[in-house]
């Protein structure tokens, strides 16, 4: 395991020099990060961690929150529904594409693009705004063993700039995949994104991932297992967006980026892995992100496909 600690420490001081890209600009919020700011966490099944770099600088979730809400609503309203409102197939557009919907069904491609999420978010389940907030939060919180917060700054600036995913959901209502109301299934997406924590709690949550939805610090069950696969299968197959063909190849596990600069990556059975660095690229992925998942499955030997 010490074999661990010193492949992150090498790649970490492989790339601390890189300034390439720069922190998203479009949530105005998301330009305050800084740059130099990079960690490297793994969190074995087991519950060993191993970190280097700036592993308790919080950020925000953003989209590596999607995957859990994904989950969050197939636990909770089953495969046939949420099948017949968004898809599992990858678009090879960008994460924020506003012609991503299916054209008989119109349903959303997949989950992890906005579409997709977006509607994800309006299914979440509560008598009201405030009961649905709180059972994501809940549900959240059993991956991060604690309760997990939202970056109000982060919230407030995503919700009065964000013109493509409103008009996103507003081709959503149209077609009768929302349901409720649209503020509130934005407000809901919004509040995911911006949930608040740092690459030892996002390591955490991959690594629970990694052990069939089983969190390996409180070893209390946070997803029933059986959803597992499902999480992981759109994650590998839509999760790194319009580059997952060149990340299965590059790369080759399951992950899913964000564009406040945090990428994290599950080999099931065995670890969660955890990247922050707040510098993305034209594809809204971390820059640094992207290199340190290339090396580690190359020295750690983590591709599915080359074993
Ligand atoms: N909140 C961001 C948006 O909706 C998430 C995008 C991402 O992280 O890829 O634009």
């Known amino acids: 395991m010490d074999h661990i600690q010193q492949t992150i420490n090498e790649i970490f001081h492989k790339h601390l020099s890189n300034r390439e890209g720069s922190p998203a600009t479009y949530i105005p919020e998301l330009a305050k990060a800084r740059p130099e700011h990079f960690s490297i966490v793994v969190t074995t099944v087991n519950g060993e961690v191993f970190s280097v770099g700036d592993s308790e600088i919080y950020f925000s979730m953003q989209s590596t929150s999607k995957p859990f809400t994904y989950g969050m609503v197939l636990q909770d309203l089953g495969r046939v529904f949420v099948m017949s409102k968004v898809g599992v197939e990858p678009t090879g557009e960008a994460f924020n594409s506003i012609v991503e919907l299916e054209k008989n069904t119109h349903r959303p491609y997949n989950p992890m693009i906005n579409s997709g999420a977006i509607a994800i978010s309006s299914f979440i389940r509560g008598q009201s705004f405030e009961d649905r907030l709180t059972n994501m ?171």
């Open 137 to 307: 939060k809940d549900f959240f919180s059993l991956f991060l063993g604690r309760s997990i917060g939202v970056d109000e700054n982060i919230f407030e600036s995503e919700k009065n700039t964000a013109h493509r995913n409103r008009s996103i959901a507003h081709l959503l209502k149209h077609f009768g995949i929302i349901e409720g109301k649209i503020e509130d299934a934005l407000d809901l997406y919004f509040k995911q994104c911006s949930f608040s924590l740092n690459s030892l709690d996002m390591s955490l949550m991959a690594a629970t991932l990694a052990n069939s939805g089983i969190n390996p610090k409180t070893k209390i069950r946070s997803i029933n297992k059986e959803y597992v696969g499902d999480i992981l299968s759109l994650m590998f197959t839509c999760g790194m967006y319009d580059t997952s063909g060149k990340w299965a190849y590059s790369v080759g596990i399951p992950a899913k980026s964000g564009v406040s600069g945090a990428i994290f990556g599950v080999i099931p059975g065995v670890m969660g892995i955890a990247v922050y660095s707040p510098s993305i690229n034209e594809h809204g992925h971390s820059v640094r992100g992207v290199k340190v998942f290339q090396d580690l499955s190359k020295e750690l030997n983590l591709s599915i496909f080359r074993k």
